[in-house]
């Protein structure tokens, strides 16, 4: 199988692979429950029921994000280093923002109304500050961790752009778990979101080939251009479709309430496959690659073993939680 | 002002400090969790379900401040030890990944059948689930115990270039100290667990709050507490004698004895000088030490000044943190068997715990966390210099990012640790307030709640007074 990548070793091409399932499954479901944090901050009314909505499911949504760092950890020992600590404060901050968002959600159901109204502004602060450090991450590294004025407001660009692109599929999911007024509010959330999200998705699709020319090469040369212009030509089609499908939303049968979702869902992994197929084979962007990174063959193996065990198990159990708490969400008791 | 190092070994010390304080209470309260949820399906007594109920809201609370807590600690494996996974990745990693793929998607799961599914799923599958996060906390601990131990005792690997290989996985996992860490551990986190119950049911109780519910969870942590301190003492001295095998130096620091010498004394107070490489202000049992380390009087016991090089350089821990840890430690374990063993008595003798027994579960509620606290200072503070024992070096591992940048989140980590944990703690005892005001008003418990059919069988219910 490693004639397969020039007679290197196959493992850490798998584990990045993980790593990038683990990150685009993060994004898509932690993004729908911080972008319903995010949105929490927008109402006062609806409160209750968007938390309830994402109650069973945040804390397994965040253990994608563990996994995704624990893997570049321990499979790539050697990136770990130079990427967390290029990206050492806006990790920090982060951090702060998953904290507090993360207890917040507990100890606002626990507390008197007059402190529930701080937990909630935690769990909003919390959820924004999340999805921007996490998007000025994403921005920084594209540009290689180089942190001149430009770049720093290119990263500010993704900021924005990410925690609208997590509100949109907040609202995304809230549309399909909601009905009534909050699915109203929902809609009207989704449109505005959309298209900040695709002002964020433009300025990384123009920026990210700029970067490099290996990375402009693999995008424009022939026969990759042919080839590679489905991607933003479907990415286009599908904003320009949800767009619509937002106009006819909320319909009387709930019959398309699945759309703004599942659409979302579908942008995130174009999106993700894009800069995907920028960056491989590097890990740390034009600087190291995945081969340079990795650990030992016998620890990858062992780990992936592992995997290959546990993670079907883990697609098992999480959909029958999706059974267990399907449908539209009803106000969360403990019993 | 202080450097890199110190300042990352301070915010790595406080941010272990602040999680550890959950997971030792989920790893054994997920049990206790189990054990209320099977007398209820045993006997049908709904009291059992009420302690089920009010337990399981901590549980939620406690869960979430120990994976947020996690999440911020595992970054910071990166942030600020990057010479961690790159000298001794290739064991940590897979430890880790074990950890993340075998418990914390199982815990986060069905925690939320736990919770909220009560009335969506069957009785049975309830149970499961609570079986399933029971399971997973304990997996959970097993597996960063095993990289802790082998951070302690490594063995089952070769260093080429600065990098550890495996040789045996085995080996890695049954390291020398992993049986004992992980049995004083889980100890550890039964009796934290036992006081906890035991404190806020018996500050429920003494606000007027006498159901049923209140009565078997006071119970329950007052005989749990009771069988688990003896335990805990006999597996905390073979843990010692372990330490005393493969890590002399921490025991000398955790007995303050500098010379390597017999008829050692057993220190039951002092203040360790590290200059002068003396204690001052010494009370000492005569030979107490050698008896206790080597069972005979004469015994030999490992001295610090082994522990100095030529040319001066020290390669011990430093002491006045791991002795005075290790008294506290020592000390709680002892109010614990105490307080546990009088409070089963007065049970047994006369069916409750008197007022002023109930004041001192009430002050003893978070004693499990400062012992557990102390003796993690003990077996860490105790490792150093090294990071890995003899492998590798805390300084080594250390990140280049500058000193102020590393004070400015160590700052802001202080900041909110601090207010969360005050908020856990104001928020459990606004819990153990709601849920009993809501009980003697009678909405949480029905008067047929209160026939119980079964509920005498275990324990019998406390007597109102």
């Known amino acids: ?335 | 002002m202080m450097d890199t190092l110190m300042l990352s070994r301070i915010q790595f010390g406080a941010n272990i400090t602040f999680h550890i304080l959950f997971p030792t209470i989920t790893i054994a309260l997920g049990w206790v969790l189990l054990f209320f949820k099977l007398r209820y399906n045993r006997t049908g007594d709904m009291a059992w379900m009420d302690a089920y109920k009010f337990w399981v809201k901590v549980f939620a609370l406690t869960f979430a401040l120990g994976v947020v807590s996690g999440v911020t600690m595992s970054f910071q494996f990166g942030t600020n030890w990057p010479g961690f996974m790159e000298s001794v990745g290739n064991i940590a990693g897979p430890l880790l990944a074990y950890e993340i793929l075998t418990a914390f998607f199982l815990e986060a799961t069905f925690l939320a059948i736990m919770l909220f599914g009560f009335n969506r799923v069957s009785n049975r599958v309830h149970t499961i689930a609570t079986v399933l996060v029971a399971v997973g906390t304990t997996m959970s601990a097993f597996w960063i115990l095993v990289l802790n131990s082998w951070m302690h005792t490594p063995q089952g690997f070769e260093m080429r270039e600065g990098v550890a290989y495996v040789t045996s996985w085995w080996e890695v996992i049954f390291n020398p100290s992993m049986p004992y860490r992980l049995v004083h551990m889980l100890l550890a986190s039964g009796l934290t667990a036992a006081f906890l119950i035991a404190g806020i049911s018996a500050y429920r109780y003494l606000r007027g709050d006498r159901s049923e519910g209140v009565g078997k969870a006071l119970r329950t942590g007052i005989v749990m507490a009771a069988l688990l301190i003896p335990a805990q003492i006999f597996a905390g001295d073979l843990h010692g004698l372990n330490t005393l095998e493969h890590q002399p130096a921490k025991i000398a620091a955790m007995e303050g004895n500098w010379e390597t010498r017999g008829n050692v004394p057993l220190v039951l107070f002092a203040l360790p000088d590290q200059e002068a490489r003396e204690n001052r202000f010494e009370i000492a049992i005569p030979n107490g030490a050698s008896l206790i380390l080597e069972h005979d009087p004469a015994g030999i016991v490992p001295g610090l000044n082994d522990f100095v090089r030529e040319d001066g350089t020290v390669e011990h821990p430093p002491v006045a943190p791991v002795f005075f840890a290790f008294r506290i430690m020592v000390g709680i374990g002892l109010l614990m068997l105490a307080v546990s063993w009088f409070g089963s008595w007065q049970l047994y003798r006369r069916g409750a715990p008197s007022p002023w027994m109930l004041r001192g579960l009430v002050a003893m509620t978070f004693s499990g966390w400062v012992a557990t606290v102390a003796g993690w200072y003990v077996t860490e503070i105790g490792r150093q210099p090294w990071l890995v024992s003899g492998v590798l070096t805390t300084a080594e591992a250390v990140t280049t990012t500058p000193a102020g940048m590393v004070a400015s989140t160590l700052a802001m980590y202080l900041a909110i640790y601090a207010a969360l944990t005050a908020a856990y703690v104001w928020t459990l005892y606004h819990l153990a307030r709601r849920d009993g005001a809501a009980a003697t008003s009678g909405q949480a418990v029905t008067p047929e709640a209160r026939v119980s059919k079964g509920g005498g069988r275990v324990a019998g219910p406390i007597p109102a007074e």
């Not at chain 1, 004639?3 to 070793?9: C, D, E, K, N, R």
């Not at chain 1, 995907?276 to 084979?281: E, G, H, L, V």
Request: hydrophobic residues 60%.
């Open chain 1, 1 to 335: 199988m490693d004639a397969l990548f020039g007679g290197y070793s196959w493992l850490p091409v798998a584990f990045v692979g993980l790593m990038g399932v683990s990150i685009l499954l993060y994004v898509i479901l932690d993004g729908y429950d911080l972008g319903v944090g995010i949105l929490s901050g927008l109402t006062n009314q609806h409160k209750d029921k968007m938390i309830a909505s994402i109650g069973p499911f945040w804390d397994a949504n965040e253990t994608w994000l563990v996994l995704a760092v624990g893997l570049l950890l321990v499979a790539f020992p050697f990136a770990q280093g130079v990427i967390l600590g290029a990206l050492y404060l806006p990790v920090a901050v982060m951090l702060l923002g998953l904290i507090l968002r993360g207890v917040a959600f507990d100890f606002r159901a626990k507390v008197d109304p007059a402190q529930k109204v701080w937990w909630d502004r935690a769990f909003f602060g919390g959820s924004l500050l999340t999805a921007l450090s996490q998007g000025y991450m994403l921005g920084l590294y594209i540009l290689g961790f180089e942190r001149t004025l430009m770049n720093v407001a290119f990263a500010g660009l993704v900021a924005v752009g990410l925690a609208a692109a997590y509100a949109f599929i907040g609202a995304g999911w809230l549309i399909l778990k909601s009905e009534g007024a909050l699915q109203e509010r929902a809609v009207r959330w989704a449109k505005v979101s959309l298209w900040l999200s695709a002002i964020g998705l433009a300025a990384v699709s123009i920026a990210t080939p700029l970067v490099s020319d290996r990375i402009f090469e693999k995008w424009f040369a022939m026969p990759y251009l042919v080839m590679l212009a489905p991607i933003p030509l479907i990415t286009g089609a599908l904003i320009l479709a949800l767009h619509f499908v937002l106009k006819a939303l909320p319909n009387r049968t709930d019959s398309l309430s699945w759309a703004p979702f599942s659409g979302a869902i579908a942008v995130v992994f174009l999106a993700f496959y894009g800069l995907a197929y920028s960056f491989y084979p590097y890990i740390v962007p034009e600087q190291m690659t995945v081969w340079e990174a990795a650990a030992a063959d016998e620890s990858l193996m062992i780990m992936f073993i592992g995997a290959c065990i546990v993670l079907p198990l883990i697609a098992l159990y999480t959909s029958f939680i999706y059974r267990v708490f399907a449908g539209k969400t009803q106000d969360l008791r403990y019993y």
